[in-house]
C-alpha cells in the first residue's frame, strides 16, 4: 500500500498515512485530486478505480472515507477489508466510533493504524492482539493520568 | 465533545480542537492557530523548563495544526526531547511527531538516530516497537545506514517478542524498498524464511511481506520459501474455520495470509519437485471448489475475504499458465462473477478476464462471454466498470469476432464517456488494422470512427489510415470513393477534411472517371471546406490543390485563381501565404514534367512499428499491452495482413515486412538510433512525413537527384536556379518549421539515446584540426581515410544552417549498417539545447565505391563554443567501424555582416568597453600574411571587413551580428598584422563576453 487517507463528506481530510516518500506539496496535490475524485462517485459504484498508475480502494463508512492506494500486483478485496479491519479496531476502541473521535483522538487513531499496518503492510490482523498492545499503552497512560490529575489537585491545594 | 473512554489526558489539546471546530470561516481559524502558534513558540523558548506532559501537549498542538494543513517550522527539537522520555506517553507522542513531521535536518537524523539506537537496546518490548515503527513511518536513508544491519539480528534472535518481530520485519522492508543496497541479509537469508514456519500468526503474515518482495529481486536465494509457503498455505485452506481463533475473519481462515502466500508464489515458476506441485494444485483446487459451496454468512465481508482468496489463487493460476484444466474453471468462476450483483465482484472479474484471455488454454473459454461482455459494456452504470469491459473485448478480439466487436467498440463510442473515448479510438483503429480481412471494412471503419468521435481521433490514427492507404494500392480507389462521399456531409469533421484532402490529392483521379466526383466537383468539394478549417488543414488542402494541378491539368486555372487570391497570397498567416505563393509559382514556372516528378504518387512508406499501438503503449505506460500484443500479433499478423501482394513493387522500402502492423520488423537501420530510443521520436517520424507529404516528397527527389549524380543533372540545376532562394526556404520549412513533427528528428538530445551496438569513439585526436579549416569556408573534404572520405557542403541564413554531408565509400566493398549520430558534448553537462540539429537518417548500405548524402538542418538557439560530434559507424568486411568527428559548425557560421562607417564603429567599439567584453591574442603566424589571402579569411568568417575605417591602412576591422534564435551578438573585431615579426594582434569586443572568448580562440588558429 502507497497511502491511507481518511476525509468526510465535506472533504476535510482526518487523517493521512503514507507509506512512500513524497514531498508536502507533491502529498497535497495527491489528497486534493483522489478527494475530489472520489467523492464525485455516486453510492453505487465499484469501489475501485484505476488513478495514474496505482489502483484506489475506498469505502464509505457514515460520514469518512476510507481510500487506500495499492499499487498494480495488490489486491483489491483484501484491501477492502483492511480498511474494514481498521475500522472495526477503531469501533471496538472508541465504542461505536464516529467521526468526531477520529478529530478529538487523531494521535490515537495513528497508533492504532501502525500496530495494525506498517511500512503498508499488514503488520497484526488480530483484532485482539493489535487491541492489546494499545491497551497495554493505555495502562501505562491512564496511570500517569491519574498522577496528573494528583499534580493538578494538589496545586489547586497549594495555590 | 465525545466521551473518550480511556487514555486522554491533554484536555489543553482538546480544547483547541474545539476551538478550531468552533471557527466560522477559513480567516478566523488561521488567526486562532496563529494564536496558537505564537502561544507555542513562547512557551518553548521561555526560561522556564516545560514539563513532560506540556511539552506533549504542545507537540501535539503543532501535530494537530501540521495535519490540517499549514506549515510547522519549529518543535522538532521538543519532539526529539520527548523520545528521549521514560515515560511512554511522552515518548509516544514524540515517535508519533517525528513519523509525521521529519525533514532531513542532519542534525536532528542523529539526535533521533541516537533515542531510536536507545530504545532498540532497551529490551523493552514496547519501546523496541515504537522505534522499530518510527524508522518503518521514516524510512530515510540515515536510518536505513545505521540500523539495517541491527533489524535482521533482532528479527531472527530467539529471545524477541513476537510483537517485536513483526514490527522488525516490515521495518526491515520499508529500509529495503528505499536502500536495497544496505540491507544485505546474507547470513540471515535461510533464517527468515523460516520464519513462515513460525508458530505465531502475526509473525508469519508480517514476515511474508518481507520475504515476497526480497523474492522478487533475490529469486534464488529465497527458492526454499516456495515448499514452506505452498506447506503453510495447505494447512490454512484445509482448517476448519474456527482452527485459526482470532486469525479467522468472518469465517474465513486468515484471508491476507493466505493471499500474501499465494503472492509470493508468483514470484516463482510452478514448483518441479511434483509432491509440492501436487500439494499445491490441490490447495488451488480446494479453494474454487469453495467458491461454489454456499456462503457461511450473509456478511460483504465474509464474501470479500473468501473472493480476495480466489482471485489470487486465479493470478496464481494465470501466472503458471501450464494447467488447462485449471484455467478453464478459473474462467468459467469469472463468468460467473460477470453476472454478480455485486459491483465490485463484475469490475475484477472482468480485469482478471482481460489477462485470462491471453492465455492459449484459455482464449477461447473467455471468448465464449462475449455477449455478457458486451452487455456490460452497454449497460453497466459505472464508467470504470465499462473501462474494463472494452479492455477485456480489445484482448479476446481475434480474426473470428473482430467484425462484431469493432462494430460494439464503434457504437459505444457515440455515448461513450469523454474519459475513455481516446483510448477506445485508439483500441478501435489498432483492432481494425490488426485483424483487417479486407481493407475496405478497414477504411469504412476508420472513417466512422473520425465521423463519430472525430475529436478524439489522434494525429496517429488518421496518419495511419494514410499510410495503409498509400501502401496498398488495392484499397486506393475505394479510400476515395469513401472519403469523397463522407465529405459531402454538410459538416464533417476537420480530421475527415485532411484524410480527405490526403487521400483525392493522391488518388483522386482513381474516381475521376464518373462525372458525380470529376475533378473539378473535388476541388470544389474540397475547398468548400477550406474556410472552416485551422491553418494546419487549410496547408494541407492547399498542398492537395497543387497535386491536383498535377493529377489534372483541366483544374490548373481555377486552382492558380484561387491561389492568387489575396486571402492566400497575402494570408497573414506566414506559413499559408508561403505555400500559396510557392505553389503558385511552381505551378506557372514548371514545366509538367517537372511538376509530374516533382508531384509524384507518394511512395510507400517504411513498413514499422503502428504508430497507434505506439500512442497506447505510452498511455498504458510501459508493460501493459507489450507481452500479449507481441504475442498476439505473432499468432496473428503475419497471414492476415499479409502484405506481400505488394511485395514486389516495395523494392524501395527498406524492411519487406508482411504484416503492416510490421511490430516484428525492425525499423530501417538508418532510423534505430531514433526507434531504439523512444518510439515517440518513430511516431514523429511517420507523421511528419504523413503531415507534410509532398514537401518532402519533393525534397526527396530533389536529394535523391543531387545524390545520385553530383554535379547535379541540368534540369535539377535550372531548378535551383530558379528558386535559389525557394529551395532553401521552403526545404527549410519542411524540416524546421513543423518542429513537432520533424522528417525524422535527433535533436541533440537525443544524442544520449545512440545506437544499441557500441558506444561512439572518442573524437579523433585530429578532431579540432579539422574543424578548424572549416572556420572560413563552407565547403570541403573534411575528412579522408582509406575507407571513407566525407566531403561538406554548407549555407547558413541568420540563425539557420543546412549542411549536406558527403559519405563516399573508397573501397570496392559495401558497407553495412551504416549509421551516423550527431550529439553534442557540452550539451550534456549544461542541459542546455544550443543548437537545434535535425537529421534525416541515411541509407543503411553504401555500396563500393557510391557516395551517399545527408542533409543536416541546423538551427542556432543561443551561443555555443562546442563544436557537435559526428559519429559513423558502419561494418567493413565485418568489422566494426566508428569514428568521431567533429562537425565543422562553430558560431561564425551564424554571422551577419554589418557595413558601418568609421564614426559607429568606433563608437560602438568604445561602447563594448568592459574588460570582459574583449579578448585578445598576440600570436605567430602560421599561413601567409598574403592581403589577399587575410581579406578571404576574414570574408569567410561571415563578417563585414570595412575599409577605411581603422586610422592605420595595414589593419583590419570587421563587424557582423552573430544571430541565435534567443539574441543577437554584435561583434567586432580588429586584426593587427606585423610583418616584420611575423605577429599578430587580434582583439574582438563582443556584447558576449563568451562570444568574444570563442571567436578568438577560433581566429587565432587562422592566421
Not at chain 2, 743 to 765: R, V
Amino acid at each position: 500500500m502507497q497511502f491511507m487517507l481518511l476525509f468526510s463528506r465535506q472533504g476535510k481530510l482526518r487523517l493521512q498515512k503514507w507509506y512512500v516518500p513524497l514531498s508536502d506539496k507533491e502529498k497535497k496535490k495527491i489528497t486534493r485530486e483522489l478527494v475530489q475524485t472520489v467523492l464525485a462517485r455516486k453510492p453505487k459504484m465499484c469501489s475501485f478505480l484505476e488513478w495514474r498508475d496505482l489502483k484506489i480502494v475506498y469505502k464509505r463508512y457514515a460520514s469518512l472515507y476510507f481510500c487506500c492506494a495499492i499499487e498494480d500486483q495488490d489486491n483489491e478485496l483484501i484491501t477492502l477489508e483492511i480498511i474494514h479491519r481498521y475500522v472495526e479496531l477503531l469501533d471496538k476502541y472508541f465504542g461505536s466510533v464516529c467521526e468526531l473521535d477520529i478529530i478529538f483522538n487523531f494521535e490515537k487513531a495513528y497508533f492504532i493504524l501502525d500496530e495494525f499496518l506498517l511500512g503498508g503492510e499488514a503488520q497484526e490482523t488480530s483484532k485482539k492482539n493489535v487491541l492489546k498492545a494499545i491497551e497495554q499503552a493505555d495502562l501505562l497512560q491512564e496511570s500517569l493520568v491519574v498522577f496528573h490529575s494528583v499534580c493538578f489537585f494538589l496545586i489547586l491545594i497549594f495555590s | 465533545m465525545p466521551a473518550v473512554s480511556k487514555g486522554d489526558g491533554m484536555r489543553g489539546l482538546a480544547v483547541f480542537i474545539s476551538d478550531i471546530r468552533n471557527c466560522k470561516s477559513k480567516e478566523a481559524e488561521i488567526k486562532r492557530i496563529n494564536k496558537e502558534l505564537a502561544n507555542i513558540r513562547s512557551k518553548f523558548k521561555g526560561d522556564k523548563a516545560l514539563d513532560g506532559y506540556s511539552k506533549k501537549k504542545y507537540v501535539c498542538k503543532l501535530l494537530f495544526i501540521f495535519l490540517l494543513g499549514h506549515d510547522i517550522d519549529f518543535g522538532h527539537m521538543e519532539a526529539v526531547n520527548l523520545l528521549s522520555s521514560n515515560k511512554y506517553t511522552e515518548k509516544q507522542i514524540g515517535y508519533l511527531f517525528i513519523s509525521v513531521l521529519v525533514n532531513s535536518n542532519s542534525e536532528l537524523i542523529r539526535l533521533i538516530n541516537n533515542a531510536i539506537k536507545n530504545d532498540l537496546s532497551s529490551r523493552n518490548p514496547t519501546f523496541m516497537c515504537l522505534a522499530l515503527h518510527c524508522i518503518a513511518n521514516v524510512g530515510s536513508r540515515e536510518m536505513a545506514e545505521a540500523f539495517a544491519s541491527e533489524i535482521p539480528r533482532i528479527l531472527v534472535a530467539g529471545d524477541t517478542m513476537d510483537s517485536v518481530k513483526q514490527s522488525a520485519a516490515l521495518c526491515l522492508l520499508r529500509l529495503y524498498k528505499t536502500s536495497p543496497d544496505l540491507v544485505l541479509m546474507g547470513e540471515w537469508t535461510s533464517r527468515v524464511v523460516h520464519l513462515l514456519n513460525d508458530q505465531h500468526m502475526g509473525v508469519v503474515t508480517a514476515a511474508i511481506s518481507l520475504i515476497t518482495c526480497l523474492s522478487m529481486k533475490n529469486p534464488d536465494e529465497f527458492k526454499t520459501c516456495v515448499s514452506l509457503a505452498v506447506s503453510r498455505l495447505s494447512r490454512i485452506v484445509s482448517s476448519a474455520s474456527t482452527d485459526l481463533q482470532d486469525y479467522t475473519y468472518y469465517f474465513v481462515p486468515a484471508p491476507w495470509l493466505s493471499c500474501k502466500l499465494l503472492r509470493l508464489l508468483q514470484c516463482y515458476p510452478p514448483p518441479e519437485d511434483g509432491a509440492v506441485k501436487g500439494r499445491l494444485v490441490e490447495c488451488l483446487e480446494t479453494i474454487l471448489n469453495k467458491a461454489q459451496e454456499p456462503p457461511k454468512s450473509k456478511k460483504v465481508q465474509h464474501s470479500n475475504a473468501k473472493n480476495a482468496i480466489l482471485f489470487e489463487a486465479i493470478s496464481l493460476i494465470i501466472h503458471y499458465d501450464s494447467e488447462p484444466n485449471l484455467l478453464v474453471r478459473a474462467c468459467n468462476q469469472l463468468g460467473q462473477f460477470l453476472q454478480h450483483r455485486e459491483t465490485n465482484l463484475r469490475y475484477l472479474a472482468l480485469e482478471s478476464m482481460c489477462t485470462l484471455a491471453s492465455s492459449e488454454f484459455s482464449h477461447e473459454a473467455v471468448k465464449t462471454h462475449i455477449e455478457t461482455v458486451i452487455n456490460a459494456l452497454k449497460t453497466e452504470r459505472d464508467v470504470s466498470v465499462r473501462q474494463r469491459a472494452a479492455d477485456l473485448l480489445y484482448a479476446m478480439c481475434d480474426r473470428s469476432n473482430a467484425k462484431q466487436i469493432v462494430a460494439e467498440m464503434l457504437s459505444y463510442l457515440e455515448t461513450a464517456d469523454y474519459s475513455i473515448r481516446e483510448e477506445m479510438v485508439l483500441k478501435v483503429a489498432i483492432l481494425a488494422e490488426k485483424y483487417a480481412v479486407d481493407y475496405s471494412w478497414y477504411v469504412d471503419t476508420i472513417l466512422n470512427l473520425i465521423r463519430i468521435a472525430g475529436d478524439y481521433v489522434s494525429e496517429e490514427v488518421w496518419y495511419r489510415v494514410i499510410q495503409i492507404v498509400i501502401n496498398r494500392d488495392d484499397v486506393q480507389g475505394y479510400a476515395a470513393k469513401t472519403v469523397f462521399e463522407a465529405l459531402q456531409a454538410p459538416a464533417c469533421h476537420e480530421n475527415m477534411v485532411k484524410v480527405g484532402g490526403y487521400i483525392l490529392g493522391e488518388f483522386g483521379n482513381l474516381i475521376a472517371g464518373d462525372p458525380r466526383s470529376s475533378p473539378l466537383v473535388q476541388f470544389n468539394l474540397l475547398h468548400s471546406k477550406f474556410h472552416l478549417c485551422s491553418v494546419p488543414t487549410r496547408a494541407l488542402l492547399l498542398s492537395a490543390y497543387i497535386k491536383f494541378i498535377n493529377l489534372f491539368p483541366e483544374t490548373k486555372a481555377t486552382i492558380q485563381e484561387v491561389l492568387r487570391c489575396d486571402s492566400q497570397i497575402r494570408n497573414s498567416d506566414v506559413e499559408l501565404q508561403q505555400r500559396a505563393v510557392e505553389y503558385l509559382k511552381l505551378s506557372s514556372i514548371a514545366s509538367t514534367d517537372v511538376l509530374a516528378t516533382v508531384l509524384e504518387e507518394m511512395p510507400p512508406f517504411p513498413e514499422r512499428e503502428s504508430s497507434i499501438l505506439a500512442k497506447l503503449k505510452k498511455k498504458k505506460g510501459p508493460g501493459a499491452v507489450s507481452v500479449t500484443e507481441l504475442e498476439d500479433s505473432k499468432r496473428e499478423g503475419g497471414e492476415l495482413n499479409g502484405g506481400g501482394d505488394r511485395g514486389s513493387d516495395t523494392a524501395s522500402t527498406p524492411s519487406p515486412s508482411a504484416d503492416l502492423l510490421g511490430i516484428r520488423s525492425a525499423a530501417p537501420i538508418g532510423a534505430a538510433p531514433a526507434s531504439a530510443g523512444s518510439l515517440l521520436v518513430d511516431v514523429f517520424s511517420e507523421a511528419g512525413s504523413a503531415f507534410s507529404p509532398f514537401l518532402s516528397l519533393f525534397l526527396l527527389i530533389s536529394f535523391h537527384t543531387m545524390a545520385k549524380s553530383l554535379p547535379p543533372c541540368p534540369c535539377i540545376v535550372c531548378v535551383w536556379m530558379a528558386f535559389p532562394s525557394f529551395f532553401f526556404f521552403f526545404s527549410f520549412f519542411v524540416f524546421t518549421s513543423m518542429v513537432p513533427f520533424p522528417i525524422c528528428s535527433h535533436p541533440l538530445s537525443c544524442g544520449l539515446s545512440a545506437p544499441p551496438s557500441e558506444d561512439p569513439a572518442p573524437p579523433l585526436s585530429e578532431a579540432d584540426e579539422l574543424l578548424n579549416k572549416f572556420v572560413c569556408k563552407n565547403n570541403g573534404v573534411l575528412f579522408e581515410n582509406q575507407l571513407l572520405q566525407i566531403g561538406i557542403k554548407s549555407e547558413y541564413r541568420q540563425n539557420l544552417g543546412r549542411m549536406y554531408l558527403f559519405f563516399g565509400n573508397k573501397t570496392s566493398v559495401q558497407f553495412a549498417s551504416f549509421t551516423t549520430t550527431v550529439s553534442c558534448p557540452g550539451e550534456l553537462q549544461s542541459h542546455i539545447l544550443l543548437l537545434n540539429v535535425q537529421t534525416k537518417p541515411v541509407e543503411p548500405l553504401v555500396e563500393g565505391g557510391a557516395q551517399i548524402q545527408q542533409v543536416l538542418n541546423i538551427e542556432c538557439l543561443t551561443d555555443f563554443s562546442e563544436a557537435p560530434l559526428l559519429n559513423i559507424k558502419f561494418r567493413y568486411g565485418g568489422a566494426l567501424q566508428n569514428l568521431t568527428l567533429k562537425l565543422p559548425v562553430t558560431i561564425n557560421k551564424f554571422f551577419q555582416p554589418t557595413e558601418m562607417a568609421s564614426h559607429d564603429f568606433f563608437q560602438r567599439w568604445k561602447q563594448l568597453s568592459q574588460p570582459q567584453q574583449e579578448a585578445q591574442k598576440i600570436f605567430k603566424a602560421n599561413h601567409s600574411m598574403d592581403t589577399e589571402v587575410l581579406k578571404a579569411k576574414l570574408l569567410g568568417l561571415g563578417t563585414a571587413l570595412l575599409d577605411n575605417v581603422d586610422p592605420n591602412p595595414e589593419n583590419y576591422v570587421c563587424a557582423g551580428v552573430i544571430q541565435t534564435k534567443s539574441q543577437q551578438v554584435g561583434c567586432l573585431l580588429r586584426l593587427e598584422p606585423n610583418a616584420q615579426a611575423q605577429m599578430y594582434r587580434l582583439t574582438l569586443r563582443c556584447s558576449k563576453d563568451s562570444v568574444s572568448k570563442r571567436l578568438c580562440e577560433l581566429l587565432a588558429e587562422q592566421f
